[in-house]
């Protein structure tokens, strides 16, 4: 006799990751302490996973905090990692934290997005350099920066700035497998249109140059993220602190 099975949610999650990351069947096995035929009757629905397997195959996959909440899910099990707003008394030491730096960076511009890049939190100095950016969604941002010519007038080196994106967020989406962060990137993409990578200089960062009125500032950004976290919120928050390049720019902000 003969027996069948369906491919359960879980299997077909686990299968989908798998071929991802490029791993067979026994790879994963190998990573995650378990067999290949272990594996092969998870992905075929012919074995129900336990919690302790599932959390093993989400380190083995490299799954952030939310896809390992979703494969959790897909196997009818509770989350792991919780997810709480920054607002939230639960996240408040964090919270805390990320206020002072904020506050401490001033006058210089701050913000935090989150993984998709909205602004969720910013001090005085951002909001004074750059208005109406909080209000808008990645998509929009994308497009006010990057493609349309107001935009591009107003980062001189536009180009230079859209392949950090796409290097910085393509690593992001790859991890993730986020189809937002992926459409983001594509959408980076279409408006370099071909366009050359900058070649290498001397600067060890990469610095924007930005038209104001009569003025180029010059700045670069640092990035800070919860290594970690055991909050999807929190692990996909990342704080932006802008620094001035040059003397000039220094004085510009200090000036305000």
Known sequence: MTVTSTASPFGIHLRQWRTLRGLSQLDLAGRAESTPRHISFLETGRSRPRRATVLKLGDAL?????????????????PEFSEFGLADEALGAYRTAIDALLSSHEPYPACVIDRWGSVVLSNDAFERFSPGLSDMTPEQLIEATFGSEEGRAWVENWQDLAWAYVDRVSTLAARSADDRLLTLVDKVRSYLAGAPRPETTANPHVVARLRMGDTTLSTFTTFLRFENAHDVTLSEATVELIFPANDATKAFFEAR
């Open 62 to 78: 490299d799954l952030p905090p939310r896809e390992c909440n979703e494969l959790l899910g897909a196997a009818g099990l509770a």
